[in-house]
């Protein structure tokens, strides 16, 4: 785009629309309207407007004021009834107000100077002029909206609204007339058709409504064309009615919305466009399904990291080129893969000529094979620094390569896992604003409890500190206590989905019961998740929904005896791929099993649906970065050594280590394989003959697979669940990097690579 840099271009269009997407549908956190009509009401609007007022306050949460022009003073008293409305309720960019005008309106009176009149009768009466009425809005700071439901409406002032928004839709032209209060009335079809709109779950743009009101076939309909205006100096996004989003509690964030599709536009141009002038225009009129925008980045990032290929020395200059061979192995050799993709992706640009002739879903191919292999270099970017034990990460987020690969968040998470920073005191959620659910039959002891905050659904989880206090103290040990709160840090910090782990709101201390539990949002998931006509819906009118009490992935093996095979590699898959994530940042969970593997179902239906690939890690009590110390606390329980690596049954003599982790993954997917619990296995059942030994578990369950596995779950599945049980083995004499790789290669690709299932 002429000479302005691509780098420019996306700056500059990133800043112009910071925050806008996250915004735009709910736009507006107060609404308020003012409805005014004549205190001698000659045309008996008085019903339209209840009925207008229903729509707003209890269809769209607004608040609403009614106001009725006296016959006496009438200009004065309308004019300082506005001015106290703006000064109140139009004081920041996050309010709205609408002005409602219904009543007759005039074109003709002296000295109006061809400007419309409000007028309380047809003849005669109290008259106001709505040219100053329209200036003294103009002292708003918020948007504003006015409607105006009479004859010769839509006369605008030419002076520019500076603060926001600023619309007007009117019932008809300044040289027409309207019918009457009845069904063929401007507010009679504009309420039905707010209405439809609202009770279909959409979002109404004002710049659309007008063309709708005109054009839809409806009987019965409009005789007069609305008349849309706007006065705003900018250009700004049309207003939008919808309902007022549900007030979050303090100290909590709204979650958005996972994207659910994404497009590809090409746009031609007649000559290089600003940014500015792109966002502008993109954000004039979007439609109320767009959750995000950018101008995609993709070919500077690939066109950057390429370069790197023509270096001699690829990494020279950067923090990179500290990294062990192998990780710079890996990143150069990916930076080779993604160069040798350029060239084809060079061909679609090089003429118009060539550009007509390949086909859109070429194109489209072309770039997702790049999008790929910038993936992969940023992935082993992001592998490269995390893993190494003495990579300044703050001199990390500051080289322009790492920049490049898009990794800052990984980082962040990485940091503040190693933070000795003291752990904020918001963190600790006060117990008044919970309110729990009661438990179901057999859930009395259950460590999962579900309730909600505000409104907004959780899960707690609860743990008992009563066995590490000594004494009538009811405090929790200090040193368990920091540890605790510096885990909660870590779990409400910013995380991508492939961690499986819910949102974390922070914990709650119950000291009576000597117990501390974990607060998890679960707003969002599948059982919040409505048909996009009731998606947008006041709060107060929909519930949210609210998911079915947990259900743990060892009961639901008991529950549900037969689960297709490609269910549970899917499952498989997602396990893998959340421990992975765990380990790229240094984060150990250190208590993987079955019953710390969540499901939620849909709704609390008995029979309701359970999502197999949207697992929840839980069992976080030991959870720590693998750098911190270990407890080795003796535990004889078979039911959770059958998931501990033989280093770590009983009493445990050595340090905790991602291998362990790795260890247990392998008895869950072991568990999925066959689809039952581990100690249900033969290799597990003592007796007064036979005396359990760890290794030889490991070794008898390792024939096992060899024997039967390919048969009961495909060669493939085996391969993953052996790298699993020997990991410590196989990987010995590697780096920590070339470990990862291998986990990530040999079991986290591998079942995620399974075909036919």
């Known amino acids: 785009m002429g000479d302005v840099s691509d780098e420019q271009i996306i700056n500059d269009f990133q800043q112009r629309t910071r925050g806008f997407w996250s915004t735009q549908k709910r736009q507006y956190e107060r609404v308020t309207a003012i409805l005014i009509s004549w205190a001698d009401d000659e045309l008996g609007v008085a019903s339209e407007i209840d009925r207008l007022n229903v729509l707003l306050e209890q269809h769209l949460g607004y608040s609403t004021q009614r106001y009725h022009i006296p016959s006496i003073n009438s200009a004065a008293e309308l004019a300082d009834r506005l001015t106290s409305f703006v000064k109140e309720f139009a004081s920041g960019e996050r309010d709205l107000i609408i002005v409602y005008y219904g009543g007759h309106g005039d074109n003709t009176v002296i000295d109006a100077a061809g400007y419309p009149v409000w007028t309380a009768n047809l003849e005669g009466g109290p008259t106001v002029e709505w040219f100053p009425l329209q200036l003294q809005l103009g002292n708003a700071h918020s948007d504003v909206l006015v409607l105006l439901d009479c004859c010769y409406a839509a006369t605008k002032i030419y002076q520019k609204f500076e603060n926001g928004q600023f619309e007007i839709l009117a ?41 709708h009101l005109w054009s839809v076939s409806t009987q019965p309909a409009l005789t007069e064309s609305p008349q849309y205006f706007t006065l705003a100096k900018r250009d700004l996004p049309t207003i939008r009615l919808a309902p007022l989003a549900a007030k979050v509690a303090p100290g909590f964030a709204q979650k958005r919305p996972a994207a659910s599709s994404f497009a590809l536009l090409s746009v031609s141009f007649s000559e290089d466009p600003t940014a500015h002038q792109l966002a502008d225009w993109l954000k004039s009129y979007p439609p109320n399904t767009v959750s995000d925008v950018n101008i995609e980045a993709l070919i500077l990032r690939a066109r950057f990291l390429e370069g790197l290929n023509e270096k001699h020395n690829p990494l020279q200059g950067s923090i990179l080129g500290e990294l062990s061979l192998s990780a710079q192995s890996e990143i150069i050799d990916r930076v080779s893969k993604l160069a040798d993709a350029m060239k084809t992706t060079k061909i679609l640009t090089q003429t118009e000529v060539a550009r007509a002739n390949i086909a859109g879903d070429l194109k489209a191919t072309t770039l997702r094979s790049l999008n790929s292999k910038v993936a992969d270099v940023s992935e082993s970017v992001e592998k490269g620094i995390l893993l ?97 709160r510096k885990m909660v840090a870590q779990l409400c910090h910013p995380k991508q989905e492939t961690f499986h782990i819910l949102p974390c709101l922070g914990y709650t201390h119950d000291l009576s019961g000597k117990t501390l539990s974990l607060i998890f949002e679960v707003a969002g998931g599948p059982w919040d998740s409505f048909d996009t006509q009731v998606s947008h819906m006041n709060s107060s009118q929909t519930p949210n929904r609210k998911p079915g009490a947990p259900l743990m992935l060892s009961k639901y093996m008991s529950k549900q005896k037969r689960v297709a095979l490609g269910a549970r590699i899917k499952l498989a898959a997602s396990l893998a791929k959340a421990l992975e994530s765990f380990h790229k940042v240094g984060w150990v969970h250190k208590s993987l099993k079955s019953d710390n593997i969540v499901f939620l179902p849909v709704d609390t239906d008995a029979n309701a649906t359970i ?67 581990i100690t249900g296995f033969p290799e597990l059942k ?13 070794d008898e369950l390792l024939e096992r697979l060899r024997v039967e596995g390919p048969h009961v779950c495909g060669q493939s599945f085996v391969d993953s669940i052996v790298a699993c049980l020997t990991f410590e083995d196989i990987t010995a004499n590697l780096d920590d990097f070339s470990a990862h790789s291998m986990f990530s290669s040999r079991v986290v690709n591998c079942l995620a690579g399974i075909r036919g299932i």
Not at 178 to 192: A, D, N, Q, Y
């Open 388 to 484: 190494h034990s003495n990579m300044d990460l703050t001199k990390a987020q500051d080289d322009s390569v790492v920049a490049a690969c898009e990794v800052d968040q990984a980082i962040s998470l990485r940091q503040r896992l190693l933070s000795s920073a003291s752990i904020p005191d918001r963190l600790d959620i006060p117990r008044r604003l919970m309110t729990w659910d009661k438990r179901g039959k057999g859930d009395g002891q259950s460590r999962l409890r579900t309730g909600s905050i505000e409104g907004r659904p959780i899960v707690a989880e609860i743990f008992n500190y009563q066995h590490l206090t000594e004494g009538t103290s009811n405090e929790a040990p200090l040193p368990m206590m920091m540890q605790f």
């Open 686 to 698: 003592s007796s007064p003959s036979r005396t359990l030994i760890p290794t030889k578990i490991r």
């Open 171 to 211: 019932a008809s032209s300044s040289g027409s007339r309207v019918p009457k209060p009845g069904r063929r009335s401007f507010t009679s079809i504009l309420i039905r058709e707010l209405k439809r709109q609202i009770d279909a779950g959409k979002d109404v743009p004002i710049r659309w409504l007008q063309t």
């Open 611 to 677: 999502l197999l690939g949207q697992p929840w890690l839980f069992g976080f009590e030991y959870s720590r970065p693998e750098i911190d110390g270990t407890l080795l606390q003796e535990d004889h329980s078979l039911t959770n050594n059958a998931y501990r690596h033989p280093e770590r049954w009983g009493k445990p003599l050595i340090k905790f280590k991602k291998s362990h982790d790795i260890y247990s993954l392998g008895i869950i997917l072991l568990e999925l394989a066959y689809w039952k619990p």
